[in-house]
């Protein structure tokens, strides 16, 4: 599956954005959708997942009750709704998808976007 991932920018602490992830080329319902994140001289970390029709969630501590993800399998797209941002925040995020549920490591997902810069000015 082809992803695109979009809707990055620049924001003000306690702000909000809504990225999305849209995917192309295979049966998008068949893959878990997950959000990663990378900062400059860090190592890629996991956002979020979301299950092929949505049943189930997973968040990282560090987003947890600020980030909500969620897919509409109708649109082949996945998205992730960010509240109250912050300046550690900051990031390239990326979307990526597996067939299988349950991990958190980067090197297990082969299908990734481009990535999109995320900003929060203190």
């Known amino acids: 599956v082809q992803l695109q991932a979009f809707g990055g920018g620049l924001v003000q602490a306690g702000g909000s954005l809504r990225l999305s992830c849209a995917a192309s080329?295979?049966?998008?319902?068949?893959?878990?959708v997950s959000w990663f994140r990378q900062a400059p001289g860090k190592e890629r970390e996991f956002v979020a997942s979301?299950?092929?029709?949505?049943?189930?969630?997973s968040y990282a501590d560090s987003v947890k009750g600020r980030f909500t993800i969620s897919r509409d399998n109708a649109k082949n797209t996945g998205y992730l709704q960010m509240n109250s941002l912050k300046p550690e925040d900051t990031a390239v995020y990326y979307c990526?998808?597996?067939?299988?549920?349950?991990?958190?490591?980067?090197?297990?997902?082969?299908?990734w976007g481009q990535g999109t810069q995320v900003t929060v000015s203190s």
């Open positions: 080329g295979r049966t998008f319902s068949n893959y878990v």
């Open positions: 979301i299950a092929w029709t949505g049943g189930m969630t």
């Open positions: 990526a998808a597996r067939v299988n549920w349950g991990s958190r490591v980067a090197a297990d997902f082969t299908s």
